[in-house]
């Protein structure tokens, strides 16, 4: 498909009535208050696996992701889903457990990225999302650690979490599930209580790179 | 087949198990039961995970990579190690959880630490499925020296009231001027001046005034009597040199102290000058102590019946009017008003219990309201209830008929030790508030569904229960239900709070403060309505939205507030400002009025010295600021 047909009336992803009823529904849920506290936050942490296309790019073949839920990671609050056969049910499924949650990503250029096209190619408009880049918070929230811009081996080793498989996409989002534990402790430290100041903090930040 | 999510984090869960004892001996099932329950949660370095102030545990907490330090709270030893280490793969409090208790030790991460969490009754579960578990706890049970929570607290609380009295000067204890002779005087003129005086003890000095030496009661037989002594001699040859002396800064605890230490029945007072000032002696020290917590304690625990605690219970008035008068917190009063007050009841229910046949039923006696809060004054009345179990095989009517007659004959006794029959009926005696825990759950569920102006009410009330006597587990059960229930339920919260805000701290635009425009009281303000209601109400809310199982308003606020993300020193000025108004209330009531109307809340602002008048001012200003947290979080 190609980016000018997504402009015509009438295209995009052909969804069956079930899904644009549960398409429907997501949009429907109210979103979450991102000024109340982390503690009573639902983080939804997401990681894209991906194949390289023939002409370049990626292909979002699958995802991984995890909830935290009162500061708590639990494995019954996990997602998983292949986009092999039915990567539309398999991007509502993903939808309907983030629930409107703001998400975090490592490394928000590739994952927030590819993951969005995903939904566009297969579901078309869906709702926004706030997306919070640990690439991007970690280095503002630990400078004593590490200042720049760094790789996610690197922050993980900083703070002793094994990245038990990188070809898991589940077992890659609980890697930056512990991460993201990691910097709403020294988040809530140095004030900033709620999603809102950290997404807030990311814009200026970002700003500041000139990114 | 793609393995789903939930199993493979479940399947890094018992790969960490199983390689850390006593897991990896756990029989499968078991271990797959704890492996797919455990949450993982991240406390970075210096932070704590679990202090004796949190009540009972929530969580069974296994250490998944990080350290966490146990320390003992307070200095009074209930293990053998006064910290202790725990590293990857170690559990704790498993004595707290397995009792349903608060925790002894406070857990603290000493780095960066990472922990397993099992919701506590899912421990419990795990112990009765898995032998090898259960016998392991068993064991590290039995490994501590097995101190009950209440024997500590006893020791916590008495030691707050007995440092209290024991503080005072001896320069306001010396009541008489010193009688001394001089050391050249002859034994016989020493003695007749010591009969004439009657004292037990003949301090010496010299022309200086200073102390040389002592001759006391007991010396006179070991040492003039039955050696013969030449009673012609001077005193300065049988007296005891260089006495025992303390300067008149010192405490009565000092005294106490410099006695055990060396035997002796008496001290001499001296001056910065070293001039003797007074005598004290181990009975001054005593009748101090005559009103002291333990004793007052050790009378409620041996009476024998309802007169002796209608004496204690007066013991306790005069004990707060002593500890108030030396300028006692208020936080550490109520405190020990609270554990005294807990201390007569169970007393009153346990002279009961010999009357009423309640064994082998499961029930226990709630507190409500203040009481429930440990925030009660002396002039509060009875707020109380009860929930049991209704056993399968048993008959309702007759078992809660039999808790009803019971609970009538305590309610009384409670009346005649000073605590008026409540006005509400809010009382155990009533049929309505004798409930088994699913009719508990049922009310309180009523409530939450439909937060109509009575139901509120009710929450401000009855959602502060705390147990008094009998089975804490039921209690224990009750709460983590409500908390479940209100936790998730914002239309609830935003109802309580709705009703919180319902009065504003009496501060004025141009007045210092807004007085009370009813003719009955003019220029007085209603420091319960106006002032510690707000708190209470505010940090209740915070609790129920937060599950926090305290009920105490200072720890809702701390450890509610602390989820939520308000400052450390933001909560404290606000506990402080709550303190300070439940200081003046006290003061107000036991102080102040003469006449002793029950529940007289009110003070006037222009009789308040200028100091106090501006900490009121303050503590109000603290009130508005957690008002004001409310209006914004639920948008009101």
Redesign the interface.
């Known amino acids: 498909m190609s980016w000018l047909s997504r402009l015509l009336p009438g295209s995009g992803p052909d969804l069956s009535p079930e899904q644009q009823a549960s398409l429907a529904a997501i949009t429907r849920h109210p979103g979450p208050d991102l000024g109340r506290s982390h503690f009573e936050t639902r983080y939804v942490i997401v990681n894209a696996e991906s194949r390289p296309m023939d002409g370049g790019g990626q292909r979002l073949i699958g995802v991984g992701a995890v909830a935290i839920n009162r500061g708590l990671l639990h494995p019954a609050e996990s997602f998983r889903a292949e986009l092999a056969s039915a990567p539309a049910d398999a991007l509502l499924g993903l939808l309907h457990f983030i629930a409107k949650a703001p998400l975090v990503v490592y490394n928000a250029p590739f994952n927030q990225g590819i993951l969005e096209r995903g939904f566009e190619q297969n579901l078309g408009n869906v709702p926004a999302m706030e997306w919070l880049d640990l690439m991007v918070i970690m280095p503002s929230l630990y400078p004593e650690r590490i200042a720049g811009q760094a790789s996610m081996d690197a922050w993980l080793s900083a703070f002793g979490i094994e990245r038990l498989d990188r070809h898991d996409a589940v077992l890659e989002a609980l890697a930056v599930a512990q991460l993201h534990q990691v910097a709403l402790a020294r988040a809530k430290a140095q004030g900033l209580n709620a999603p809102q100041d950290l997404l807030e903090s990311q814009t200026s930040r970002k700003w500041l790179r000139g990114s | 087949m ?5 199993d ?3 399947r ?2 018992l790969d960490f198990l199983r390689r850390h004892p006593p897991f990896d001996r756990m029989e499968g099932e078991a271990l797959h039961f704890l ?2 329950r ?7 370095a210096d ?1 704590e995970i679990l202090m004796p102030e949190d009540g009972p545990p929530s969580f069974f907490y296994i250490v998944y ?2 350290k966490v330090q146990a320390r003992q709270v307070g200095g009074v030893a209930v293990t053998e190690y006064a910290t202790l280490t725990l590293g990857p793969g170690e559990g704790f409090p498993i004595g707290a959880i397995s009792a349903g208790r608060p925790s002894t030790n406070g857990y603290l991460a000493v780095e ?1 630490t ?1 922990c397993f ?1 099992l919701p506590a009754a899912d421990f419990l579960h795990l112990q009765e499925i898995s032998p090898s578990f259960q016998l392991f706890c068993t064991r590290y049970i039995a490994s501590l020296l097995n101190q009950s929570r209440e024997q500590l607290q006893i020791q916590f609380s008495q030691r707050a009231a007995e440092q209290q009295t024991m503080t005072t000067s001896l320069s306001s204890l010396v009541k008489k001027a010193p009688v001394f002779v001089p050391p050249g005087l002859s034994t016989r003129t020493a003695l007749e001046k010591m009969v004439e005086a009657g004292v037990g003890c003949m301090a010496v000095a010299g022309d200086d005034d200073k102390p040389v030496g002592v001759l006391t009661q007991s010396d006179i037989l070991k040492r003039i009597v039955l050696p013969g002594f030449d009673l012609a001699r001077p005193i300065a040859d049988v007296m005891t040199a260089p006495p025992h002396t303390l300067g008149s800064n010192a405490s009565a605890y000092d005294a106490a102290l410099e006695m055990a230490t060396h035997g002796v029945r008496h001290i001499l007072v001296v001056d910065a000058e070293d001039k003797l000032k007074g005598v004290i002696s181990e009975r001054d020290l005593f009748a101090l102590q005559r009103i002291g917590l333990r004793q007052i304690r050790s009378s409620i625990e041996s009476a024998a019946d309802v007169q002796a605690l209608q004496r204690a219970s007066q013991d306790i008035r005069q004990l707060a009017l002593n500890l108030l008068a030396q300028g006692i917190g208020a936080e550490q009063l109520t405190q020990f008003i609270s554990a005294l007050n807990d201390a007569l009841t169970r007393r009153i229910i346990e002279l009961n219990l010999d009357r009423h046949d309640l064994y082998g039923v499961e029930y226990a006696w709630l507190a409500f309201g203040s009481e429930g809060r440990h925030e009660q004054t002396l002039s509060t009345d009875q707020d109380n209830g009860i929930i049991y179990v209704l056993p399968e095989w048993a008959d309702k009517e007759p078992l809660k008929l039999r808790l009803l007659e019971f609970a009538r004959d305590v309610n009384n006794d409670l009346a005649s030790c000073g605590f008026p029959l409540c006005t509400g009926n809010i009382m155990a005696s009533n049929p309505d508030l004798c409930l088994t825990i699913d009719e508990w759950r049922e009310r309180f569920g009523t409530w939450i569904r439909e937060p109509h102006p009575e139901a509120l009410l009710n929450a401000t009330i009855f959602f502060d229960f705390r147990v008094l006597f009998g089975d804490e587990k039921l209690a224990y059960k009750l709460r983590h239900w409500l908390l479940s229930m209100t936790g998730g339920n914002p239309a609830f919260l935003k109802a309580m709070a709705t009703n919180a805000l319902d009065v504003s701290p009496p501060l004025g635009k141009i007045r210092d403060f807004v007085i009370d425009d009813d003719p009955k009281y003019p220029g007085t303000i209603d420091l319960k309505k106006f002032g510690a209601r707000l708190f209470v109400d505010a940090a209740r809310v915070l609790a129920l ?3 926090v199982e305290a009920t105490s308003t200072v720890q809702r606020l701390r450890q509610g507030g602390g ?3 308000m ?1 450390a020193e933001e909560l404290a000025a606000m506990a402080d400002g709550f303190h300070f108004i439940q200081l003046l209330r006290l003061r107000h009531q036991h102080l102040d009025t003469d006449h002793g109307a029950p529940g007289d809340n009110r003070v006037k602002p222009d009789d308040l010295n200028e100091l106090d008048r501006r900490i009121l001012k303050e503590a109000f200003r603290q009130a508005r600021k957690i008002q004001l947290r409310l209006k914004l ?1 639920y948008q009101i």
């Open positions: 793609v393995t789903t999510a939930p493979t984090l479940i890094t869960n492996g797919e455990l949450a993982t949660a991240f406390y970075p932070s990579r990080g960066d990472y969490q939205r937060t599950g989820r939520i993300g400052p979080d």
